[in-house]
């Protein structure tokens, strides 16, 4: 304990507890879901958007009014969150590669309700 209070709870070589682990591990997992799920609805907002007034790219802003896009935006930040905290409770190690997963639940969401096409390349 004392090595810790010097050193901080995630200083190199400070042993996370296992049961710490899991929480850091699920948190990560979770994290992956809303993140990758969170494009999909901001993109599908977007589109609704753009279906009634001026599209993003053209500089519009009817987005802002648009509930699907801010479901997405705060999927996005839930997600980001959840990240935040699996640090404090899973090494990096563990953490850091799962955020691969969004983009793999990216694909099939975009696949499933944006009916985008998944080729080899993704």
Not at 77 to 87: D, K, L, M, Q, R
Not at 98 to 114: E, K, N, P
Request: glycine letters at 12%; proline letters at 4%; a neutral charge.
């Amino acid at each position: 304990w004392a090595q810790e209070a010097q050193q901080g709870p995630w200083a190199p070589g400070i042993q996370h507890e296992s049961g710490d682990q899991w929480i850091g591990l699920v948190l990560a997992v979770t994290s992956s879901v809303f993140i990758g799920a969170s494009f999909i609805i901001k993109k599908r907002g977007l589109r609704l958007a753009g279906s009634t007034g001026l599209r993003a790219g053209m500089g519009g802003f009817s987005y802002l009014r648009e509930p699907t896009w801010w479901t997405g935006m705060i999927s996005m930040i839930v997600g980001e969150a959840a990240n935040f905290t699996a640090y404090a409770f899973a090494p990096a190690i563990l953490v850091t590669p799962l955020g691969a997963l969004s983009i793999i639940i990216s694909a099939v969401l975009a696949h499933i309700l944006l009916s985008e096409k998944l080729n080899m390349f993704g």
